[in-house]
């Protein structure tokens, strides 16, 4: 793309028809060379340099002419835009379901955005990230979760050629990450402790945890119509979730619609349920608060035969806290209500059962995921394997 380096301390003149060069009224004052060029959307731009820098300037044109040539160029000006500024543009078209998009917002405006508001993204180094996340009086696995947006925001500006590397990607960058803890599972005394101190109306949950695998919202959102006793199955399609704490229906996590296997036992803590408490038709806007209200029978609603709130179902009296209170759990050990699904997990690991059909059961896209969070449950493999060797060859 054309492009020119002019030299402002000299002019050109023409008398008596010859081309003459003349000092111009600046000679001698500021920078004597300015590079005026078009960037890639046809806007004039232009740099300039001290005297005796004429070479610099040759180059820098030459460059911005190869950059512009291969698409690499970045805009010298497009760094100066606020990376707070940036950022809350970049939030907007984050992509994702509602309620993670309300967190990431609310994580990066309380802990990103204030400390870098004012500050341009060509000014971002990786120094200035090591130093923001230094600072931040975090748990280690938050600050692990928060850097994953913050990295996709620089890259986003990356893209939008803004600036050229991502500062989050250097190498001397020691980025953070969640501690591996390995889950530690409940035994069946566990769990009758906290069912039986549980309220009647959701003492019914801990097996249908235990016994399904499903997330606290995927037991919220159950209708009586997913449960198909003759085939002993049931059909997850739904969960109830908070958005701006109200509550609402919406696809399991990861639209991960499944039909998992219908434990006896779980099906005659059900129909016990039912016959004390009814499936109560529940209506709620479908994904968002503004979206279609929808009706759908639930089996487990609250005492006003409501949609059961987390946070309630959480602290209210009779309900989660108190149920796990008066119970002898270790210090290592996760107390909240995914304790159930662990249960679940761990108890078909041990007992020999597909890692890959336990990963569609519980939602998982990924086997492999399944495997990091649960492997360590499985049976010792060597001692199967001289186990099953044996046996072959003695047959």
């Not at 492009?3 to 001698?28: A, F, T």
């Not at 993670?100 to 917002?105: D, G, H, L, R, S």
């Not at 990450?177 to 069912?195: E, F, H, I, K």
């Amino acid at each position: 793309m054309a492009g020119h380096v002019e030299d402002r301390w000299w002019k050109v003149v023409y008398e008596d028809g010859k081309r003459k060069r003349i000092k111009s009224d600046r000679h001698g004052i500021g920078m004597r060379y300015r590079v005026r060029y078009f960037n890639a959307e046809g806007l004039e731009r232009s740099k300039s340099f001290e005297d005796g820098k004429k070479e610099d300037a040759k180059d820098f044109l030459t460059d911005v002419q190869k950059d512009l040539k291969a698409g690499t160029f970045i805009d010298p000006d497009a760094g100066k835009t606020d990376t707070g500024a940036f950022t809350k543009e970049w939030l907007k078209g984050l992509g994702g379901d509602s309620a993670t998009k309300e967190q990431v917002n609310r994580q990066l405006g309380k802990h990103f955005i204030p400390y870098f508001t004012g500050r341009p993204l060509e000014a971002c180094l990786t120094s200035t990230i090591r130093t923001w996340l230094a600072g931040l009086a975090l748990e280690e696995s938050t600050k692990a979760v928060l850097f994953v947006y913050v990295n996709s925001m620089f890259d986003a500006a990356v893209d939008d050629k803004l600036i050229r590397s991502n500062p989050c990607q250097a190498k001397s960058l020691k980025k953070p990450r969640a501690a591996n803890r390995l889950v530690v599972p409940w035994n069946r005394a566990q769990l009758d402790s906290v069912q039986s101190k549980l309220a009647p109306r959701y003492q019914a949950m801990v097996p249908v945890g235990a016994g399904c695998g499903f997330r606290i919202g995927e037991i919220f959102g159950l209708d009586v119509d997913d449960i198909d006793f003759g085939a002993e199955e049931i059909h997850l399609r739904r969960q109830v979730k908070l958005l701006s704490s109200k509550r609402l229906f919406a696809p399991p996590k990861r639209d991960s619609t499944r039909v998992v296997p219908l434990p006896r036992f779980v099906a005659e803590a059900l129909r016990a349920h039912m016959e004390r408490f009814p499936p109560q038709p529940v209506t709620l806007p479908w994904g968002e608060l503004d979206g279609e209200e929808v009706t759908f029978n639930l089996v487990f609603t609250n005492v006003r035969k409501a949609a059961i709130h987390r946070s309630s179902f959480m602290y209210e009296p009779g309900a989660w806290r108190k149920g796990i209170g008066t119970t002898a759990f270790g210090p290592e050990q996760n107390t909240g209500t995914h304790a159930l699904r662990h249960y679940y997990a761990s108890t078909i690991l041990e007992n020999g059962g597909n890692i890959r059909a336990l990963a569609e059961f519980l939602g998982h896209k990924d086997p492999g995921f399944t495997l990091r969070v649960y492997g360590h449950l499985m049976p010792n493999s060597r001692g199967r394997a001289r186990q099953i060797l044996d046996d072959a060859w003695g047959g």
